[in-house]
């Protein structure tokens, strides 16, 4: 059973909102609307299939466009590095599918699958970075001694932060598990899309990071992604234990184990908001 929160951008401000969505999300973008027959729509079409459709790419990650001005699209897939290639492309073609109908019609559009993402856009979004709109699904067990958890959580989050961000430009990804208090173990994947700058990236960690206490301060796990961006952590493997490679040493516990929070959200009135449970 999981708790789902949504955080979407709304006129230069955040609003924290709830929203139920078992595996996977979307945003569709008040930027522009497009119709069913038009060039724009055969653009994108054409440019989703041939993402799926090739099979050169195989370290799961696309830049592709199509058409020209007005009716350019651009779009980027990325999966997660510890997937193969088949199951990467099987991901961005169902989540394609899924984005098409969930988005009908707006120009720019995002879907995060577990495994992968999906954005297109009208506008340029090649090698920048985007931190917002955020979403998180987080598990609804607690841990029993929230200090002790974030003392071992963080600095993970850190160690893989600095890794991950510091890929090349075709991998920007980092994972790890690490002994936790109560005998369990912390299991965390963070990934950036490629194209970023080292700094772009570790900028997008980290405010996708300092969302964490926000949303879920206290939970045993969740997913926390951004067009840009992911972080996910859980106390179960996620992830097969091969992809790890050898052991990584952590740096010190900081002083806080909490990392700096971004301005605090801007609420929607209480009559707009609710909490939902997925069975």
């Known amino acids: 059973m999981k708790m789902y929160c949504s955080r979407v951008l709304l006129f230069f401000y955040f609003a924290l909102i709830y929203a139920v969505f078992p595996t996977a999300a979307q945003y569709c973008y008040d930027t522009g609307n497009y119709t069913r027959n038009s060039t724009y729509r055969a653009n994108l079409e054409s440019l989703l299939t041939s993402m799926t459709s090739n099979t050169?790419?195989?370290?799961?990650?696309?830049?592709f466009s199509a058409g020209e001005y007005p009716n350019e699209v651009n779009a980027i897939a990325l999966c997660r590095a510890d997937i193969s290639p088949n199951v990467c492309r099987t991901c961005i073609n169902t989540s394609s599918q899924d984005l098409l109908k969930a988005c009908p019609n707006q120009k720019e559009a995002i879907f995060w699958d577990t495994l992968c993402f999906v954005r297109y856009s009208n506008r340029s979004?090649?090698?920048?970075?985007?931190?917002d709109p955020r979403t998180a699904s987080y598990n609804t067990g607690d841990v029993a001694d929230v200090v002790e958890f974030n003392k071992v959580l963080f600095p993970l989050l850190e160690s893989l932060r600095n890794r991950a961000s510091s890929g090349n430009s075709t991998l920007k990804f980092a994972l790890q598990s690490v002994p936790a208090p109560d005998y369990q173990t912390i299991y965390a994947l963070l990934q950036c899309t490629p194209d970023l700058t080292k700094l772009d990236c570790n900028s997008c960690l980290s405010q996708v990071q300092s969302y964490i206490p926000q949303c879920c301060k206290g939970k045993q796990g969740g997913i926390f992604v951004a067009p840009s961006c992911n972080i996910r952590f859980e106390i179960y493997p996620f992830y097969e234990a091969s992809a790890e490679g050898p052991p990584q040493s952590l740096p010190p516990p900081p002083l806080s184990p909490v990392p700096p929070a971004s301005p605090p959200p801007v609420l929607l009135p209480p009559t707009t908001q609710g909490m939902h449970l997925w069975h």
């Not at 050169?56 to 830049?63: A, D, P, R």
């Not at 979004?125 to 931190?131: H, K, L």
């Open 56 to 63: 050169k790419i195989n370290y799961g990650f696309y830049n």
């Open 125 to 131: 979004i090649f090698g920048i970075m985007e931190a």
